[in-house]
């Protein structure tokens, strides 16, 4: 019902203010009226059980639906395609209580949201949770959204061993150049009527849609990582539409995605000799070095001898670098990559590094569609490189100070460079009076979404409260810093803010003595959801 009375008054809203000038035009958008309220209604989401997957179990409590949005934004009444949302409703009846949808975004791009939706439900106080319909949505091209884009046969794309992502001469970096170049020659032949139209702005737009079929006047919205920009874009699209805001772990708004690899580069590095150094510390445990050079020269020279002696014939450098950016993203996996690194340097055996990749490395076909969405919308949000002489000489000189990322960073987006569909240019994120105030929550050492973008983006939206986590890991709330679940949990239940300058101290580092907890199967952690570029996890 509500999302009728949205869209007719936006007609009235039109009727208003041309009537006065042309009497045709309000006669007109008078007929339109009807139509417009049919098809809205028409649009309304229909919630149904959601259908079981093979081999999982999910929440009585979770339902799923689907919403049409246009393919094209500039021909709304053309070919659609279609999203798919689940949600876990709110306890309490609609009234004073009730505080609407919260639509909720992992990262990626290219990241099904749906697999987010029970884990936020389920990890904020019930008096919060039961307020709320938490919604989660797979955005266009991903996971149950149709279509759901591949490009390659994942098997074969993701093949173990690959070749070695640091080039060691120009022949060795031709073939990898011509893989990035066959993946985007196989995107372009599958779905060049569908890339032009995967960006964020029409992530966003989407996203309003949702919003309009739940027949919500305004929705709050909780992303993370790259989930923050796209929260960013619909809040500078549509900020009259937004109740309450939460970013976690912020992408920076300002560069181009190219230059913001660069910087993750650095931040890569940082994060990894923290590990390093950890690992230094607990030189009792994992005897690999006393010192962040001791310990650097047994991981470097791992990796090396990885290349010719592939660990159970599959761990080569490349699925080494694909496992080991983790640590990167949380500390909460070093006790385990620790061990596996040392069992291999020490007793050469490779079980615990096979066991790693495959829980944490390896590459299926879903990584596979989140991978061709990732480079879908960030090849198309900004401007790319074309030449690769650029490539080559950022690369090379980045690789002297971050020898970590550097290579596989480059690689895992050198598509861009061979893209069908040329880079545009992106909403330009900013401010306005009819948005509320609102949260970020970033971590000082985060690598994947550095500090940096959490300072441009309270630069940005003057009225936002940042609050700084001392530690590291990307994705700081609800994930085991109580601190920081306290200020998201206050602004979420009544939109209470933190005062300026507020900071969390650091979640303690994990003990060498107890892994990570491990579920069966492949890892999906909460903070691996909240990856910008979820190439690991």
Not at 342 to 360: F, P, Q, W
Not at 371 to 390: H, I, Q, T
Not at 455 to 461: D, G, T, V
Request: hydrophobic content about 40%; overall charge positive; aromatic content about 10%.
């Amino acid at each position: 019902m509500k999302r009728v009375v949205v869209v007719v008054a936006g007609v009235a809203m039109l009727v208003a203010g041309v009537g006065s000038a042309n009497g045709t035009a309000v006669a007109v958008a008078a007929r339109e009226a009807p139509a417009a309220a049919r098809q809205a209604a028409a649009a309304a989401v229909t919630w149904a059980a959601c259908p079981k997957a093979p081999g999982k179990s999910a929440s009585a409590e979770l339902e799923c639906a689907t919403v049409q949005v246009p393919l094209d934004y500039r021909r709304p009444k053309a070919q659609t395609i279609k999203l798919a949302l689940n949600r876990i409703k709110a306890k309490v009846p609609s009234g004073s209580r009730h505080l609407g949808t919260l639509l909720i975004n992992p990262g990626g791009p290219g990241s099904p949201g749906r697999n987010l939706t029970e884990y936020v439900a389920s990890s904020l106080p019930a008096d919060v949770a039961e307020r709320y319909d938490i919604v989660g949505f797979d955005p266009r091209g991903v996971g149950g959204s149709e279509p759901a884009i591949h490009c390659m046969d994942a098997e074969t794309f993701y093949k173990a061993p690959r070749l070695d992502q640091i080039p060691r001469n120009r022949t060795h970096e031709k073939a990898l150049r011509s893989r990035a170049a066959r993946y985007a020659e196989a995107c372009g032949d599958r779905w060049s009527w569908l890339l032009p139209h995967l960006t964020t702005e029409n992530s966003a737009r989407d996203m309003d849609r949702i919003r309009a079929a739940l027949g919500e006047e305004k929705i709050s919205y909780f992303g993370y990582s790259y989930g923050t920009y796209l929260g960013a874009v619909y809040a500078t699209l549509f900020p009259g539409r937004i109740k309450r805001l939460v970013m976690d772990s912020t992408v920076d708004p300002s560069g181009s995605w190219y230059t913001l690899n660069l910087r993750q580069n650095r931040s890569f590095e940082r994060r990894h000799r923290q590990f390093l150094a950890w690992t230094a510390r607990h030189n009792d445990v994992y005897k690999l070095g006393s010192t962040v050079k001791q310990t650097s020269f047994a991981f470097y020279a791992m990796r090396d001898r990885l290349r010719s002696h592939p660990a159970g014939g599959v761990v080569g450098p490349s699925e080494l670098d694909d496992t080991f950016a983790l640590a990167g993203y949380t500390d909460k996996v070093w006790p385990s990559f620790a061990q596996a690194w040392s069992s291999y340097v020490r007793d050469g055996d490779a079980s615990g590094l096979t066991d790693i990749y495959t829980r944490h490395g390896k590459n299926d076909a879903a990584d596979e569609n989140g991978y061709a969405v990732y480079l879908g919308v960030e090849c198309s949000d900004a401007r790319w490189p074309r030449k690769w002489e650029k490539w080559r000489a950022d690369m090379t000189r980045m690789h002297r100070k971050a020898p970590f990322l550097t290579w596989p960073n480059a690689w895992y987006n050198a598509p861009c460079a061979f893209w069908p569909v040329r880079g545009g240019t992106p909403v330009q994120v900013k401010d306005s009076p009819k948005l509320p105030p609102f949260l970020i929550l970033q971590s000082k050492d985060d690598a994947a979404t550095p500090y940096r973008g959490a300072q441009e983006m309270a630069e940005r939206f003057p009225r936002a409260r940042l609050v700084v986590d001392q530690g590291g890991n990307h994705g700081v709330t609800l994930a085991g810093n109580a601190c920081m679940d306290r200020h998201l949990v206050a602004y979420l239940r009544d939109g209470t803010l933190p005062r300026d300058g507020s900071s969390c101290a650091a979640a303690q580092q994990p003990s060498p003595a107890v892994a990570a907890p491990q579920a069966a199967g492949r890892s999906r952690a909460p903070t691996c959801w909240a990856c910008s570029a979820c190439w690991t996890c």
